[in-house]
Antibody, heavy 127, light 107 residues
Framework: EVQLLESGGGLVQPGGSLRLSCAAS????????MSWVRQAPGKGLEWVSA????????YYADSVKGRFTISRDNSKNTLYLQMNSLRAEDTAVYYC????????????????????WGQGTLVTVSS | DIQMTQSPSSLSASVGDRVTITCRAS??????LAWYQQKPGKVPKLLIY???TLQSGVPSRFSGSGSGTDFTLTISSLQPEDVATYYC?????????FGPGTKVDIK
């Protein structure tokens, strides 16, 4: 059974940093592209970042480019999101999401949708 | 970047009704479209990918169609457990933009 368990959320001041983790199990982690998707309170879904199975290719939404870094440790079956220079508008539930094998991310292109989602971790940016 | 819109933003229908939600892309995306269901307080769930392919385990009353810029999600006979917000998502290339959502409830 696929399981994705996020951790690391919490309250942080504007300009601060936070690192989210997503522990994966139930599938061959290194074979699948992974993403972070967020949802601000009462709002819709926003894709944040994606990473290829090998970790060699990464993609970001314009809203977080230069501030957030996605990475993965395939030996630990764990996905990460390092969030720096946080802003109030980054307040959201952050979901870890797995892409199916049919999806792919390479150095030149990425085409992914999301077949499994974690329960999410809440990040609140406020003074 | 390609923008995604959905209509209506909300709807109310009776049990057993046929419900149709529309998703439109600002540029052609072939059939690189997925649909998700998010029930209140729950995690999003994949319903359909490749515009019309039903994800395993999803009831057959859900169906998708379309290609290019215009897509539809149809619930053939609305059930009480279908109360949710439905999102489309394009995935031809990054950014993988979601539509704003359509909230469906029971009349």
């Amino acid at each position: 059974e696929v399981q994705l368990l996020e951790s690391g959320g919490g309250l942080v001041q504007p300009g601060g940093s936070l690192r989210l983790s997503c522990a994966a199990s139930g599938f061959t982690f290194s074979s699948y592209a992974m993403s972070w998707v967020r949802q601000a309170p009462g709002k819709g879904l926003e894709w944040v970042s994606a990473i290829s199975g090998s970790g060699g290719s990464t993609y970001y939404a314009d809203s977080v480019k230069g501030r957030f870094t996605i990475s993965r440790d395939n030996s630990k079956n764990t996905l990460y999101l390092q969030m720096n220079s946080l802003r109030a508008e980054d307040t959201a539930v952050y979901y870890c999401a797995k892409s199916p094998l049919l999806g792919y991310c390479s150095s030149t292109s990425c085409s992914i949708w999301f077949d499994y989602w974690g329960q999410g971790t809440l990040v609140t940016v406020s003074s | 970047d390609i923008q995604m819109t959905q209509s209506p933003s909300s709807l109310s229908a009776s049990v057993g009704d046929r419900v149709t939600i529309t998703c439109r892309a600002s540029q052609g995306i072939s059939n690189y479209l997925a649909w998700y269901q998010q029930k209140p307080g729950k995690v999003p769930k994949l319903l359909i990918y490749a515009a019309s392919t039903l994800q395993s385990g999803v009831p057959s009353r859900f169906s998708g169609s379309g290609s290019g810029t215009d897509f539809t999600l149809t619930i053939s006979s609305l059930q009480p457990e279908d109360v949710a917000t439905y999102y489309c998502q394009k995935y031809n290339s990054a950014p993988f933009t979601f539509g704003p959502g359509t909230k469906v409830d029971i009349k």
